[in-house]
Nanobody, 121 residues
Framework: QVQLVESGGGLVQPGGSLRLSCVASGSIYSINAMGWYRQAPGKQRELVADIASGGSTNYADYVQGRFTISRDNAKNMVFLQMNSLKPEDTAVYYC???????????????WGQGTQVTVSS
């Protein structure tokens, strides 16, 4: 089994910054893509950013230039640096990873439990 645990959420004022972290543990042979998604009340879960094992990144238009995704492959971690936060960034942020648990096994998608980010004055 694989577990993803996020941390770093909280309450921040508009214009402020937060850094989210996610660590994957358990039966892991390799991790392909990792990413961050978010879900605001009454809305569907949406992609924020993702990053391939080689480091190529992809961002939603609404976070371009404000958020930066990075990863530490040796530690099975992914990060999301969020700057210039806006009230509309308020949501539960989820970590996602595409994991190969054992050599020659197929890949599985795993999700973290989520961390709340609230942007408010």
């Amino acid at each position: 089994q694989v577990q993803l645990v996020e941390s770093g959420g909280g309450l921040v004022q508009p214009g402020g910054s937060l850094r989210l972290s996610c660590v994957a543990s358990g039966s892991i042979y390799s991790i392909n893509a990792m990413g961050w998604y978010r879900q605001a009340p009454g809305k569907q879960r949406e992609l924020v950013a993702d990053i391939a094992s080689g480091g190529s990144t992809n961002y939603a238009d609404y976070v371009q230039g404000r958020f930066t995704i990075s990863r530490d492959n040796a530690k099975n971690m992914v990060f999301l640096q969020m700057n210039s936060l806006k009230p509309e960034d308020t949501a539960v942020y989820y970590c996602k990873a595409l994991v190969r648990p054992r050599i020659r096994s197929i890949e599985y998608i795993y999700w973290g439990q989520g961390t709340q980010v609230t942007v408010s004055s």
